[in-house]
């Protein structure tokens, strides 16, 4: 299990949030943590304990006041520390390759391929040749309903028709390098992860697969290291002191660093 560290931008600001609070309109968000601090300094704090393939994601649509503020923020962090990080938040086949030129190591992409409740495989394909399967990370956040987790897109506000399956993973896994998965009914809540979802994702064997959303506590990640059978890499967020949390950062790095020996 690697931890993979997270810089979410939102109004031009790193925070963590409520991810199923996160609303377009008024770009409003439940705040967990709010900083003073830019994305760069984060960006270079994690490099500074070898830690790579996280995740900087903007989470203002690109219509909003604020997403010219999100995307320098997002850009000064790429610069920072370049080929350390992916990159993620209305990105399109317009945009991804400057986002490869900014620094980012890949582009993370649920909207543009997930569209009007159905995967777009035009769109899967294009990106996908555009800028390589090898610099390509799909986002199956997904929200759960009675039968299941289904992919939601629009900064978690819309439910697709696709369900998080191993059959979806396996026909996504031939257009990308990995995959990051937000239970977003669960992030940024601190309260336990998605039981449910974590034991799918350990019993399927391919990819890399990000986890996000949930852990709290470190019961909840030696949960997540159990179910998830030692293949997941998680990304921990509001839990950590970092971000105001009770989670002491150095505590996860070895953890983390424990059950890879």
Not at 94 to 101: F, M, T
């Amino acid at each position: 299990m690697k931890f993979r560290p997270c810089i979410d931008i939102h109004n031009g600001q790193v925070k963590q949030i409520v991810g199923g609070s996160l609303r377009d309109q008024g770009d409003q968000a439940l705040e967990n943590f709010v900083s003073e601090r830019d994305a760069a300094y984060y960006a270079r704090f994690y490099q500074k304990d070898g830690l790579s393939g996280g995740h900087i994601i903007l989470l203002n649509h690109k219509e909003s006041p604020y997403y010219e503020a999100t995307r320098r923020q997002a850009e000064l962090a790429l610069k920072a520390c370049p080929g350390d990080f992916q990159v993620g938040g209305g990105i399109t086949k317009d945009n991804a390759l400057e986002y490869l030129r900014m620094g980012a190591s890949h582009v993370i992409v649920t909207s543009y391929v997930f569209r009007e409740g159905k995967i777009q495989e035009e769109n899967l394909k294009a990106i996908s040749r555009l800028v390589g399967r090898e610099h390509l990370v799909l986002d199956l956040s997904c929200r759960r309903k009675e039968d299941g987790y289904y992919i939601v897109t629009d900064r978690w506000q819309n439910f697709t028709d696709v369900k998080v399956s191993p059959e979806t993973l396996d026909e996504l896994a031939a257009y990308c390098d990995e995959f990051l998965i937000h239970a977003a009914d669960v992030e940024g809540r601190a309260q336990g992860i998605e039981y449910d979802l974590v034991d799918m994702l350990g019993c399927w064997e391919g990819i890399p697969v990000t986890y996000a959303g949930g852990v709290g506590n470190f019961d909840h990640l030696e949960q997540l290291y159990i179910l998830g059978q030692n293949r997941l890499d998680v990304t921990i967020g509001s839990a950590l002191d970092l971000f105001g949390g009770s989670m002491d950062y150095n505590r996860v790095l070895d953890f983390c660093e424990a059950s890879r020996e």
